[in-house]
């Protein structure tokens, strides 16, 4: 009922949660470390993830679930759809959205994954109405709401640790306590404007597929701003919007991963860290091997003897 992983790079972070289709990326250098305790019940998924480098993610939500999002600890700014958010807050995600965060160092989340028709048949039963709001990705900014969730999610833990309950009764249990909490909720949802920055954070959205799908070739920024049809101040506006960093700086990025993901594939008895390097437009093997340390926390070769 209760799972816990590990990892030590955002492929691994991505891999793990396959159900809500993550795509995560590591923004802030260093050695990466993250942690996931999965309490799986009928109805319903809680997660709590803990990172200690910041990494930019976003997850493509099912057409039946609702996503509670309740971050608990950062050592920086959330930036969630090109907006920052500094204070304690819920957000939900409804069917069919693509929330693109960006996620500051020391950092803690609870994440709950509602099956949709369950949540409302129970809403129902109670005589609970559930938040309505006309946008598909907003937030509840009240701190009495965010103090009394915290514990909730908490004990839903330790009670799934210890197996008190049958895994039915624990969720009964904490899905009439979360509607009842919500129910006392007084303010009205906002919703995380996304009109405001729509031309910008496509603009960078679709100037980062392309370049996902093209990391062997040689790109410009006037390749990307041609391809996302805006001018390059538009397409670094909407990069920093979404991202937190330049397009040239997303670029080597994404090559940094991709060159991480073939070393870690390689044979180490018959592949070399220079022609995986090079495959990715490194040519300066020494630039390459001092960026990938310190992006990684470690160097191209200690990756390929893994």
């Not at 937030?139 to 833990?157: E, K, T, V």
Request: with cysteine.
């Amino acid at each position: 009922m209760l799972t816990h992983f590990s990892c030590n790079d955002c492929d691994e972070l991505s891999d793990s949660l396959p159900e809500t289709q993550q795509d995560c990326r590591q923004t802030v250098p260093g050695s990466f470390l993250g942690q996931w305790w999965q309490l799986e019940l009928p109805g319903l998924s809680i997660v709590k993830h803990e990172t200690n480098y910041g990494f930019h993610n976003s997850a493509v939500i099912s057409d039946s679930s609702l996503l509670a999002y309740l971050p608990i600890k950062q050592g920086g700014t959330l930036v969630l759809e090109g907006h920052s958010w500094d204070g304690p807050a819920l957000f939900f995600a409804q069917p069919k959205t693509c929330p693109v965060v960006s996620v500051p160092s020391d950092f803690a989340c609870y994440t709950i994954e509602f099956d949709l028709t369950e949540l409302s048949r129970t809403a129902s039963a109670l005589g609970v109405s559930l938040p309505s709001n006309q946008g598909d990705l907003y937030c509840l900014p009240d701190p009495l709401l965010f103090s009394a969730a915290a514990p909730l999610i908490r004990r839903a833990f330790m009670i799934g640790r210890k197996q008190e309950l049958t895994r039915h009764q624990c969720a009964d249990k904490f899905v009439t306590s979360w509607l009842n909490l919500l129910s006392h909720y007084n303010g009205q949802p906002q919703s995380v404007d996304r009109s405001t920055l729509s031309q910008r954070r496509q603009a960078a959205l679709n100037a980062a597929n392309y370049i996902r799908t093209r990391l062997s070739v040689d790109l410009s920024l006037a390749d990307l701003c041609e391809v996302a049809g805006v001018t390059d101040r538009t397409l670094r506006n909407g990069f920093q919007d979404v991202f937190g960093i330049s397009p040239s700086k997303w670029l080597k990025l994404e090559r940094l991963s991709a060159a991480r993901r073939d070393l870690k594939a390689a044979d180490p008895k018959k592949d070399c860290v220079g022609d995986i390097a090079m495959k990715y437009h490194f040519f300066q093997l020494a630039h390459f091997a001092t960026d990938y340390r310190k992006h990684f926390g470690e160097s191209p070769s200690e990756t390929l003897r893994r």
